[in-house]
């Protein structure tokens, strides 16, 4: 299910203030509270908002949204963002795909690819292309949570230690205004960061609803990545703090022409729109696997 304009900015208005009584959005939107009503039921259903006396708070920081939930919202957004790094993937590459609805998007997105070895703790992300017969598929062994078919625990991160892949793309559930990359099972933390320190490069893939979410562990920060994918230019604080440490931030078109805003400013205001044509970035000549 892909949310409706409103709907979009009804939650980034939560997110922003903590709280929103339902008169108050209905002024905003100028529209009736029972119109409110109905997104607001909408958006609680998904377990995006919670409930309150009154009008409408953040969902939890202690557990994540349904993987239904999570498959259907967003949906356009995440193909968006998932074209934009397979065209950023060469053929006969290696590559770590971790957990999340966002990256199996990518794999979706990598099955025109030939040649590729991808090693993934996600069982969705194997079944999807396994489909590709030129691409080799790894999984990690441990603890297969049956929620969403993430592969998580101690002999999974073990089983990512043995390599050194050319890219690790991952996924999150939250980057905090300081950039601190946050999210919900420290299990699965743990296999991110090995999936971070043995890769390489390292891309985020994360639609703009994860700006300033929040969640409770902390995996690591954006200074840890090489370039994000995302849907939406990132809030001022955040486009401040990649630029500072020159990580590209790279914003999926819908028609393809991505915009890449290396030398541009976040300060104050958004990135202005201009078409740069995404880099295919050659596999590491020195690839072990």
């Known amino acids: 299910m892909d949310l409706t304009r409103r709907q979009q900015e009804i939650l980034e208005i939560v997110r922003d203030s903590g709280f929103a009584s339902v008169d108050r959005l209905a002024q905003h939107f100028n529209v009736t509270p029972q119109t409110i009503r109905r997104d607001v039921n909408l958006l609680c259903r998904e377990s995006v908002l919670q409930r309150y006396h009154g009008g409408v708070g953040p969902a939890s920081s202690v557990e994540n949204l349904t993987y239904d939930a999570r498959k259907r919202i967003g949906l356009s957004d995440k193909r968006r963002i998932a074209r934009a790094v397979a065209r950023e993937i060469p053929n006969n590459a290696s590559l770590f795909i971790n957990i999340g609805t966002t990256t199996e998007a990518v794999a979706n997105a990598l099955l025109g690819h030939s040649g590729l070895r991808v090693i993934t703790n996600n069982i969705n992300v194997a079944n999807i292309l ?25 002999a999974t991160v073990d089983f990512i230690r043995q390599f050194k892949v050319d890219y690790g793309v991952i996924g999150i559930s939250g980057i905090d205004g300081d950039g601190t990359l946050l999210d919900y099972d420290y299990r699965e933390v743990r296999v991110a960061q090995a999936i971070i320190a043995n ?16 969640a409770l562990v902390r995996l690591g920060s954006l200074v840890d990545i090489d370039a994000l994918f995302t849907d939406r230019p990132p809030p001022p604080v955040i486009g401040k703090l ?24 976040f300060e104050g205001t958004s990135a202005s729109t201009s ?15």
């Not at 995404?278 to 000549?285: D, E, G, Y």
């Open 242 to 265: 990649m630029t500072e440490h020159d990580i590209r931030v790279v914003v999926a078109a819908e028609d393809g022409t991505d915009l890449d805003p290396a030398s541009q400013t």
């Open 199 to 214: 890769s390489r490069k390292i891309y985020l893939a994360a639609d703009h609803s994860k700006f300033s979410r929040n």
């Open 275 to 289: 078409e740069a044509s995404a880099t295919v970035m050659s596999a590491s000549s020195e690839q072990e696997l």
């Open 130 to 154: 396994r489909k590709n017969s030129e691409t080799e598929v790894i999984i990690a062994g441990g603890v297969v949570r049956t929620r969403d078919g993430g592969v998580v625990g101690g």
